[in-house]
């Protein structure tokens, strides 16, 4: 994917949007930026969008606002990471512990010769700290990098469609370009996630939740990304359509006569 291509791309997608991102940009640009917050961050993040959402009269934007203010509270509550989420763990002197680890339906990795690792309630910006203190138990002093990632499925009218390895903080629009970008054909407005066989609503619309990451959206390793492609017919399709109709035409006219 060329790097014009992926302009125009990114083009059309803020067309689409239009008003209606432009009229939460801020929310946006700010939800993003605690993406790798602190607890602590989110905290302040989350009063300050609750009380934005009381001061404003505009309905859709209190509608955006709640979907932020959700997203938040469920990291607060439940951590970031979920089962099918990859840990890409290294350790420092430890080969057999610096590899892609799967998280487990527990939402813990296992290690070899170790105990299970829990990581439930635990944040993206906890994550090297948690699994430095877990190791500690094991080794002195280690020298741990981490970072979370989930499996989406992009399907449908992109150039690669499959299972695509992202972090939560991804926004939509560049998963769709992970997957090679849309088809000439792709129908954006008609994308939609599903769970399970089972689609996701979102207050956003239809194309809107393009300028929303992962984590925002309540996206889970597991989901899949339907893009559908526009029906058309070929020349040839519709040459035989129009040839069966004079055919049979003239098979009715025959009985007739």
Known sequence: MTSMRRDRFMTAVMVVLGTSFMATASIEGQARGTAMGTRADLEIELASLQEQALATGDRKIRERMRLEIDAIAMR?????????????????????????????????????????????????????????TELGKYLREPRVRAVAQKRIAVLGAVGQPGFMAAPGSIVVADLIMLAGGPSSNAELDKAEFKRLGDTLGFDTGPIAFQAYSLDQLGIRSGDELHIPQASTKSFWQDFRFIMLGITGGIVALTRIF
Request: glycine share 8%; charged share 20%.
């Open 76 to 132: 607060l509550r439940d951590g970031d990471i979920y089962p099918g989420d990859i840990i890409a763990l290294s350790v420092a002197g430890e080969t057999a512990w610096t590899a892609d680890f799967t998280v487990t339906t527990g939402r813990r990795i296992e290690l070899e010769t170790l105990p299970p690792i829990s990581l439930a309630n635990v944040l993206y910006s906890e994550l090297e700290a948690h699994l430095t």
